[in-house]
């Protein structure tokens, strides 16, 4: 079956950065377009980057400069390069694969993102 693992998440201080993984399996990985999303306590979850299968890349504006998602299509990996980074951006980050259609059908679990003032 279909199975997205992130990691890479933790605690970290105002201005510095962490780098999140996200493992893909059991898919056609390199023909997917893959998407970060997060989190935070109360709040709906939202869209920060996405990457498609030929390395096309949009980001949310709250993001924009400071994030950087990027592919690694023989490990069957994405990423979610993260700098600057703000307490706002604190959150569960989660991946997703994207079918043709544009929606996201399959979720990984989350990684905890804590950003201190």
């Known amino acids: 079956q279909v199975q997205l693992v992130e990691s890479g998440g933790g605690l970290v201080q105002a201005g510095g950065s962490l780098r999140l993984s996200c493992a893909a399996s059991?898919?056609?990985?390199?023909?997917?377009?893959m998407g970060w999303f997060r989190q935070a306590p109360g709040e709906e979850r939202e869209f920060v980057a996405r990457?498609?299968?030929?390395?096309?890349?949009t980001y949310s504006d709250s993001v924009k400069g400071r994030f950087t998602i990027s592919r690694d299509n023989a490990k069957n990996t994405v990423y979610l390069q993260m700098n600057s980074l703000k307490p706002e951006d604190t959150a569960t980050y989660y991946c997703?694969?994207?079918?043709?259609?544009?929606?996201?059908?399959?979720w990984g679990q989350g990684t905890q993102v804590t950003v201190s003032s």
């Open positions: 997703a694969a994207s079918n043709t259609y544009g929606q996201y059908e399959y």
């Open positions: 059991g898919l056609p990985f390199s023909g997917y377009t």
């Open positions: 990457i498609s299968w030929g390395s096309g890349r």
